[in-house]
């Protein structure tokens, strides 16, 4: 059974720094690329960054792209979003996401259970 665990969430303070991890089980981790997403209370959810099988490249929305950085560690099916330079506007649920099954598609499968990132000012 696929399984997907976001970890590493919390309150931290503007300009502060966070590591999400996400753990992934249940398919061949290294054949897939990976995303983060992530949805403010009341918000439609957004696409964060994404990340494609082998960690060999790399997209961002662009709220983000001078401030986070997504990587893979194939070896530990683990994927992360590191942020940086944290404001009150990236409070949100983050959710990590699978491109498995789809090999041939930019569509998602399955969707972890998400973590609570809140930035205080």
């Known amino acids: 059974q696929v399984q997907l665990v976001e970890s590493g969430g919390g309150l931290v303070q503007t300009g502060g720094s966070l590591r999400l991890s996400c753990a992934a089980s249940?398919?061949?981790?290294?054949?897939?690329?990976m995303g983060w997403f992530r949805q403010a209370l009341g918000k439609e959810r957004e696409f964060v960054a994404a990340?494609?099988?082998?960690?060999?490249?790399?997209s961002y929305a662009d709220a983000v792209k001078d401030r986070f950085a997504i990587s893979r560690d194939n070896g530990k099916n683990t994927v992360y979003l590191q942020m940086n330079n944290l404001g009150p506007e990236d409070t949100a649920r983050y959710y990590c996401a699978t491109k498995y099954p789809y090999t041939d598609s930019t569509r998602y499968g399955y969707w972890g259970q998400g973590t609570q990132v809140t930035v205080s000012s």
């Open positions: 249940g398919f061949i981790f290294s054949r897939y690329g």
């Open positions: 990340i494609v099988s082998n960690g060999g490249s790399t």
